[in-house]
C-alpha cells in the first residue's frame, strides 16, 4: 500500500503535525505563532520547508489556508487543504485539525497492520523457497551421483527431481534475473493509470484480500465523509470531495458514476448499495443514521465496526498463513527426501 493518497508526507507525520496544530490553536496560541513552533520541531524535511513557506506568506499577510493549498497534492492531501479551508471559514480550524489527527491516526495504524500482515508471509515464503532451492541445487546433485555410482534403475519420482535440480542448477541465474525484472515491471507499472487500476481491482477479486480490502475501504469512506458532514459541508458536496479519498482507483471510478446518481436525486442507500463494494451492515448504518438524522455519528460508528473488523481479519489471516506454510514446506521436503531414500532402499534390498 502507498503511504498515503496524495502528498509526500507520510500518514504518521500527518498525525503528529495535526495533533500538535489542535494543541497550539487550543493553548490560544496564534496559528502564524503555531506555524513557526511546528516549523523549529518538525524532522519531516518536507513538512519543515512548507511549513516555513506558509510562516514567510503569513507574514506577508497572506491567510493560513490560501498559503497552505499552495502545497496541496505535493507536501498535504486535497482532504487535509480543503478542511483546513472549511475549518478556517468557519472558525473551528482548531477542531478540524483535530480531526484529522484521529483520521490519520488510525489509517497509519491499520496500513501499518497491512504492511505487517503482509510481509510475515513474505517473509516465510522467501525463506521457504531459499530451503527449497538449496536442497534441490547444492543436496540432490549430491545423492545423484552416489545413486549413480550404486547404479540400479531410479524410480519415476527420484528422475523427476533430479531433472529438476539439473534444470535449475543450469538456469537458476536467468529465472532469479525474470522474477526481478518482473517485480520492478509490476512496480512500474502499479504507479500508472491503468497498472493502479489493474491491481487495485484485483484487491478486491482475490478471494484472500477482497474481505481485508473492502473492509479498509468501508472504515476509510464511512470516518471522511462523517468529518465533512460533522465539519458542516452538505451531503452533495462531501461526496463529491469523497471522490479523491477512498484510496481504490477501481472503487473511485464506481464510484463517480454512483455519486452522478445521487445528484439526479436518487437515494444515498440505494446508490452505495448499486457500487456492490460496501457491506450490507455498513448499509444498514447509513439508511439508519440518514432515516433518524444524525448520519455523521452512524458513520462513525460504522469506521469504528469496520476498522475493528480490518484488525480482526488480518490476524485470523496471519494465524493461518503460517500453518499452512509449514505444511506446504514439509510436504516439499518430504518429496525431494522420498526421492533420495526410494532408490536407496531399491539398492539396499537389491544387495540384500
Do not use: W
Not at 98 to 122: C, E, F, G, H, W
Not at 232 to 248: D, F, H
Not at 309 to 330: A, C, G, H, K, N
Amino acid at each position: 500500500m502507498a503511504q498515503q493518497l496524495h502528498g509526500n508526507v507520510p500518514t504518521k507525520d500527518l498525525s503528529i503535525f495535526c495533533s500538535q496544530m489542535a494543541m497550539v490553536l487550543h493553548s490560544d496560541i496564534t496559528i502564524m505563532e503555531g506555524v513557526r513552533i511546528l516549523h523549529e520541531q518538525t524532522e519531516n524535511r518536507n513538512l519543515r520547508n512548507a511549513l516555513a513557506e506558509i510562516h514567510a506568506d503569513m507574514d506577508k499577510g497572506i491567510p493560513f489556508s490560501q498559503s497552505f493549498e499552495r502545497f496541496k497534492n505535493t507536501v498535504f492531501p486535497e482532504y487535509l487543504t480543503n478542511m483546513v479551508a472549511l475549518g478556517e471559514v468557519s472558525g473551528t480550524i482548531d477542531t478540524v485539525f483535530s480531526q484529522m489527527s484521529d483520521y490519520y491516526n488510525k489509517d497509519n495504524a491499520i496500513r501499518s497492520k497491512v504492511k505487517a500482515a503482509v510481509t510475515y508471509p513474505l517473509i516465510l515464503t522467501v525463506l521457504m523457497l531459499g530451503i527449497i532451492v538449496l536442497l534441490v541445487v547444492r543436496i540432490l546433485p549430491m545423492f545423484s551421483d552416489i545413486l549413480n555410482t550404486m547404479g540400479g534403475t531410479m524410480p519415476v519420482l527420484t528422475q523427476v527431481m533430479m531433472s529438476f535440480s539439473a534444470f535449475l542448477g543450469h538456469y537458476l541465474i536467468p529465472i532469479l534475473a525474470v522474477i526481478a525484472a518482473i517485480v520492478v515491471f509490476c512496480v512500474f507499472y502499479s504507479k500508472t493509470g491503468g497498472g493502479r487500476m489493474f491491481f487495485d481491482h484485483l484487491k478486491l477479486a482475490l478471494p484472500f484480500s477482497s474481505q481485508i480490502f473492502t473492509r479498509i475501504i468501508t472504515a476509510r469512506f464511512a470516518r471522511c465523509l462523517a468529518i465533512l458532514i460533522r465539519s458542516g459541508v452538505n451531503l452533495l458536496s462531501a461526496l463529491e470531495m469523497m471522490q479523491t479519498l477512498i484510496g481504490n482507483a477501481y472503487v473511485e471510478k464506481r464510484f463517480q458514476k454512483t455519486r452522478e446518481e445521487i445528484y439526479e436525486g436518487k437515494d444515498l442507500v440505494d446508490g452505495l448499495t448499486e457500487t456492490g463494494i460496501f457491506p450490507p451492515l455498513f448499509l444498514r448504518l447509513v439508511a439508519i443514521g440518514q432515516n433518524a438524522g444524525f448520519l455523521d455519528e452512524m458513520l462513525f460508528k460504522a469506521s469504528d465496526i469496520f476498522d475493528e473488523e480490518v484488525q480482526t481479519s488480518l490476524e485470523r489471516m496471519t494465524t493461518f498463513i503460517e500453518p499452512v506454510m509449514i505444511i506446504i514446506l514439509s510436504i516439499i521436503v518430504g518429496v525431494i527426501l522420498l526421492s533420495v531414500m526410494l532408490p536407496m532402499i531399491n539398492i539396499m534390498n537389491t544387495i540384500g
